[in-house]
């Protein structure tokens, strides 16, 4: 044991991507005035991993330590001296901490209470446009890092692929072990006397946590953290898409009561593309995941209950309300409704196509997808702009990229700028005329049967992963029986609600955007005949929250 201070002689991080940025004079004058200075000594402890609500800390001299699993491994992550920050996007959404800010070399900092930053931040823009940068940009550092939770398991498994949707899907920083390729994964689990049939497992501090369920996971972590909703909402929405999003921002900045839920994580879709290129005032694009934790902070900043993971599994009519059922058994009341709940893309027709998803034929293409096929040869199935997305994003990771379209032209269903680039010389191979009609391999997907429609040729081409993007498939099992569909099971609203619905419940005529039950809306992907955009899913979500005023002022 020695008794140097942790993180002795270790540099301060660059300020990349302007992660670590420096305070001014203004800016720290600003925060003194707002908190507390106040002397630290060696050793003493900020804040702790698994602590949430935590204060905002800047260092005016000495230094203080980032460490992970302090007492334990002690991992110094980084080191901030003079006129740094503490903290990162966790902290603004309410999250709990996993490091822990140990005092390197004493000085003096300033501490300023969560209530307080928050007062600050909206009298003072320039500090909350510098902080939120930062934690954004230190956040995808981390991830990087896999500074985190541990979790270990078969990446064949389904519980682990399910595990690792929701910690990526939530941006949370994890490290993953596959029990099929790190040695240190086995030794680990060996260490803790756990079999590998009782895995995936996952290491939050020193609790482990065998195959756990989601929520499990989501309350160890302190993610989407809950607590109880009120008897009666004004507006309970369901999915936390960019709809979603937008509903929950404008439901509770003009005062109504509102309360967002969301079966994964709040983003949807959107939270999933590496950049968003068509939304409008990001020229350069702006990465899904960035635009989901902004948009979440900036609801429950104007007063919106963000809570995951909350799967809506039924809705009732109940004394002039609504109830929805969850699956976890809770229910929340709410006088209007808003679904937003998206869609999902659609499966292909081929045999055996179960045995493949999740280990080799998939519905999303982030990192997590693209680290699994690194080095392999892939193939993406569909003409739109999602495909298109994908082909880009995976021929920087595959060894080999195509993509297989039914007919002969990219341009009837992808925006320019994607053909552009996707017909660059040795990007991607586009295969046209080609039906995908089987998979092959024994564990896991090793080749495609591709089918030409003209001459029923077939032919077979190696194919490590498969991602497929064929259309969309509403999120609206929940509802069945409830609200008027189409023949897609997309929600009918407004005008396209049919008479014989309308009677079925003995309503009048729905407004823009409701559906066959008064009070109960739906926007963005789920509802029939939508854009399938980020923009009108937001601008479908700020819309309705006017109408539930109109429809909450007739009761
Ligand atoms: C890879 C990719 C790239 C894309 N790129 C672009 C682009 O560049 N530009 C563009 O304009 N559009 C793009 N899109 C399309 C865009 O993301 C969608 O149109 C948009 O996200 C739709 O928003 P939404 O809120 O309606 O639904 P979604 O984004 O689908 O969100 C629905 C949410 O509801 C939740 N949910 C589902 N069922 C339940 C339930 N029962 N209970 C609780 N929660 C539930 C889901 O977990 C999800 O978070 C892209 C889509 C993908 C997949």
């Known amino acids: 044991m020695t008794d140097e ?13 302007g992660a670590f940025p420096r305070l001014d004079d203004d800016q720290l004058a600003r925060l003194r005035a707002a908190g507390r200075v106040r002397a630290v000594e060696p050793g ?10 935590y204060d905002f800390f800047a260092v005016e001299s000495g230094a203080i330590a980032i460490v992970q699993g302090y007492g334990r491994e002690n991992h110094v992550v980084a080191v901030h001296g003079p006129h740094r920050f503490l903290g990162e996007i966790g902290l603004l959404k309410g999250e709990a901490a996993y490091v822990t800010a140990v005092v390197r070399d004493a000085g003096e900092i300033v501490q300023v209470a969560p209530g307080r930053m928050k007062e600050l931040f909206i009298a003072y823009e320039a500090l909350s446009n510098l902080v939120l940068q930062a934690y954004l940009a230190r956040r995808s550092i981390l991830i990087e890092l896999e500074v985190g939770e541990k979790l270990i398991g078969s990446r064949y498994s389904r519980d682990a692929r399910r595990l690792r949707q929701f910690l990526d899907r939530n941006r949370r920083p994890y490290h993953w072990m596959d029990l099929e390729e790190d040695e240190d994964a086995e030794a680990l689990l060996r260490a803790l006397a756990i079999e590998p049939a009782d895995t995936p497992v996952v290491i939050v501090r020193d609790q482990v946590l065998r195959n756990p369920s989601t929520a499990e996971v989501a309350s160890a972590l ?3 953290a809950r ?17 979603g999003l937008a509903a929950a921002l404008y439901g509770a900045s003009e005062g109504l009561d509102t309360q967002a839920i969301d079966a994964v994580a709040f983003g ?19 990465p899904g995941s960035e635009l989901a934790d902004r948009a979440a902070i900036q609801a429950r900043r104007l007063g919106a209950r963000l809570v995951v993971p909350a799967e809506a ?36 027709d081929v045999p055996e196509l179960e045995r493949y998803e999740g280990v080799g034929v998939y519905y999303a293409a982030t990192q997590a997808e693209a680290q699994m096929c690194a ?3 892939v193939m993406i199935v569909g003409g739109g702009n999602s495909a298109g997305q994908a082909a880009m994003f995976l021929s920087q990771h595959a060894v080999s990229c195509r993509l297989a379209i039914r007919g002969d032209d990219l341009g009837r269903s992808m925006s320019r700028y994607l053909i552009d680039e996707i017909e660059r010389p040795q990007q991607i191979e586009v295969l046209t005329y080609a039906e995908v009609v089987g998979l092959k391999g024994d564990d896991t997907l090793e080749a495609a049967v591709i089918r030409d429609p003209r ?14 993007f064929i259309g969309a498939s509403p999120h609206t099992d929940w509802l069945r029986g409830q609200v008027a569909m189409d023949d897609h099971c997309f929600l009918r609203t407004g005008r396209d609600v049919p008479d014989e619905d309308l009677a079925a419940y003995g309503l009048e005529r729905p407004l823009f955007l409701e559906t066959s039950r008064p009070g109960v809306f739906a926007v963005g992907d789920v509802h029939s005949g939508s854009v399938k955009r980020v923009a009108s899913a937001v601008g479908e979500g700020s819309m309705a929250v006017r109408l539930v005023h109109e429809r909450l002022a007739v009761r």
């Open 375 to 377: 080095g392999d040869p």
């Open 5 to 17: 201070p942790l993180g002795a002689g270790m540099e301060e991080p660059a300020n990349r991507n």
């Open 222 to 224: 302190g993610v989407g």
């Open 227 to 243: 607590g109880a909703p009120p008897a009666m909402c004004d507006l309970v929405i369901v999915g936390g898409g960019p709809a």
């Open 44 to 53: 003493e402890v900020l804040f702790r991993e698994g602590e949430a609500g």
């Open 455 to 468: 001459s029923g040729e077939c032919r077979e081409l190696e194919a490590r992963a498969m991602f497929v």
């Open 313 to 348: 599994v039924g809705l009732a009519r109940d004394d002039g309300h609504y109830a929805i059922q969850l699956a976890g058994g809770e229910v929340v009341n709410g006088r209007t409704v808003i679904v937003a709940t998206g869609a999902q893309y659609r499966k292909l």
């Open 268 to 286: 949807g879709q959107a939270g999933t593309s590496m950049s968003i290129q068509n939304y409008l005032g990001f020229p350069t694009g702006i």
